[in-house]
Structures are given as structure tokens and as C-alpha cells.
């Protein structure tokens, strides 16, 4: 904790430290969430309608905040910093705020047609239900309690729109979740559990399959129960269930699986599994699947003297030490290697009469000219010719 003071001490100007002893002072923090590795604090202002979220980190030694500052440490940070020094200095794990402002929770409930959700004003461990909006309190239009509300809990007002409880539609929880993503005050019926801006569906599996392999997909694993309204619950998170992005066509097939054998595997390597990828998680469940390796080529020579003369041959590798070389149009593999290549890009280098054989001394004399103009690999650069 003392190493992470010192450097957000550090990196702080002088004029935002006092503003951040202020706020410390004042009572404006507000422990959310301790562990031993990260503690986040809310910190609010008299001139800002919404509280601030801040996360120090502890191992780390690194800090983050909502707000929109530019500073390397905002007056947010500062105040969380001095206030959690001051409470770990008289035995707390987290600030207390000295104004009992109340700050926003999200209840879930099960029913037979889904998640059903309800706001609470959280205030002195006791719960009331929000009966207005948000804005109508923070603007003073309706009388209530202090708050201290968070920047997505304002956006998640407006996104809620008129309606503010009950029953919501999946693209309605979307944008909510996504603007609450790992929020620290939510529960489902009377668990604590997270909201995850992560999307839960299907996922895509390879496996082994006689000499070769098969690609499906199905339902994530992770997920444990499904709700009506589009939700799913992944262990300890609630996650929007999404329709992949997948074709009619694809979705058939891969619900089939598709079978890939010892003449396609290049193709589900290379092709296949990189573009559905993009789009959806895969496991791949066998040990036996090549792996692809992204190599750039490089022109290699070999040199043979034969008698007094100089023999040298120019080709294309890809690989420290060769794994592949290129021959004519197709690409051999080299050593134990298995190589396939989809796409291949093909470099000419003008070497004359540079080739396998006895060039004449003209010859090789205008082949290391071209060959010093060359970007040479480290430590290693053509001699002059004699």
C-alpha cells in the first residue's frame, strides 16, 4: 500500500493533491470493494452530479478512473489514495464516507417469463425501492435522500427509459449490462452476482476423428440456466444470450460437424478455424492439431567452391533454422517439419547470372554488388570480391 501511495504521490501535481486531501477530508470516499490484491472506491464532488470510480491497484502498483481528466493522477485518485491510507491506518480495510449518501443496487428475481429487475436505493444497509428516475433526484425535481450515484448508473436510467422495473426484453438488458459490466451491487433473488458485457451462446469444438478431425459447435458450457427473456447464468455471472454470427447454412453444418481428413487438415488450419474465430469461441479438445506459424521468407545462399570458381545458389526459406523452402511453384517441407501453405508471396532479387554453376569473374563481381545493396540478416554482410 505504501509503494503505491508514493507513486501516485508521485505522479500527482501539487494543485490536485490539495484538491484530493480535500475531498479525503470532506468524507467523499467511499469504499465499494476490498481484496488483497485491488480496492475500489467512489468519490464524489459537490461539483460533479455523479460519483467516480476508482481502482487502485495494490500488487500492481497502477491506478485507474472513470472520469474524463487527462492528468496522469486525477483528483479522484488522489483522494481515493489518501482516504484508504487513512482508513488502513486506523484498522479499516476500506474509507467511509462521512455523508450517508445512498448509492444504487440492481435486483434480479426469477419468474416463470424470465429475469425480472428492480432498482433499490442502497443507504445505511437498509434498501428502499426506486420509485423515480434518477435524473428527477440528482436534479432536485423530486425530493430524496443524498446520492451518490455512478456514471452508468445514470446512463442505465436512460436506457431503462419510462419503464423503470419489471420485466425487460434482451435488447433492452444488452446496453444495461453493458454499461454495468462487473458493477458491485447486484444480486439474483438474494445471491451476489455479476453482470458480464460478454456475450454467452455457442462455441465451436474440434476433436479427433479417425485420422483426421471434426468441427461442431455447441452450447457454452460455462452456462448453467437460461431465463426467457434472453439471459443466461455462467456460475457467478449473468450474461446476455446473443445469436451467433453464423449463416443458416454454417449452423446447420456445424451442428452436423463437418469432418476434415488427412487431405484437409491444411484447410481447417488455415482457413476454416481463423475465420470462424472471428466470430465465436472454439476449444480445440486434441493435441494432435498443427499448429499455424506465421514466418516471414527470406532469401538464403549456398555457396560451393568448385575448383577456382565460386558456385552459388539463391532460394527462398521460411524458418531460423529451415523449415520450409520454396521450389519452382510449390513449397517443400524441410527437415521434420509439415508445412502447407495457403498464400504465398514471391520476391524476385535480380541476380544476373548469379546462379548454380561457374560464374564468370564479371559475372560474380556484378552478383555482390547486388548482393551489398541487399537488407543483410545481423552480424553478416558479403565480402568485396577479389
Known sequence: MQELFEAIREECSAATWSRGVE??????????RASPKQVTCRVSSANEPVSRTVVLDIEGTEWSCDCTGRDAVCVHVAAAAIALRQARKAGASLPVAKIEAATVGYRFQRSSAGLVLDRVLVRGGREEPLQTTLSALTSGRIAGPPLMPTAADLEVD????????????????GPVFDKLDDAADVRL?????????ERAGVRGKVEDQADGFRLSIEQDPAIVEIFANGVARCGDTLKVVA??????????????GLSFGPDRI???????????????????????????VRL????????????????????????????????????ISVGRARCRCATRQRRSASLGSC?????????????????RRWPSPAGWAPSTPR
Open 189 to 197: 433473488d438474494s445471491e451476489t452476482i455479476r453482470l458480464s458485457r
Open 23 to 32: 475531498l479525503a477530508r470532506s468524507g467523499s470516499v467511499l469504499g465499494e
Open 355 to 371: 546462379s548454380r554453376g561457374s560464374p564468370s569473374p564479371p559475372a560474380s563481381a556484378s552478383c555482390f554488388a547486388e548482393m
Open 296 to 331: 516471414r521468407p527470406r532469401l538464403q545462399l549456398q555457396t560451393e567452391q568448385e575448383g577456382d570458381a565460386l558456385s552459388i545458389l539463391p532460394s527462398i526459406v521460411y524458418g531460423e533454422p529451415v523449415c520450409a523452402r520454396v521450389a519452382g511453384d510449390r513449397l
Open 243 to 256: 445469436d451467433p454470427p453464423l449463416t443458416g447454412r454454417e449452423l446447420d453444418d456445424l451442428r452436423r
Open 266 to 292: 491444411h484447410e481447417l488450419v488455415s482457413e476454416v478455424l481463423p475465420s470462424l474465430r472471428k466470430r465465436i469461441p472454439v476449444d480445440v479438445r486434441t493435441r494432435k492439431l498443427p499448429e499455424v
Open 158 to 173: 436512460v436506457a431503462l427509459g419510462s419503464k423503470r422495473h419489471g420485466w425487460f426484453s434482451r435488447e433492452v438488458l
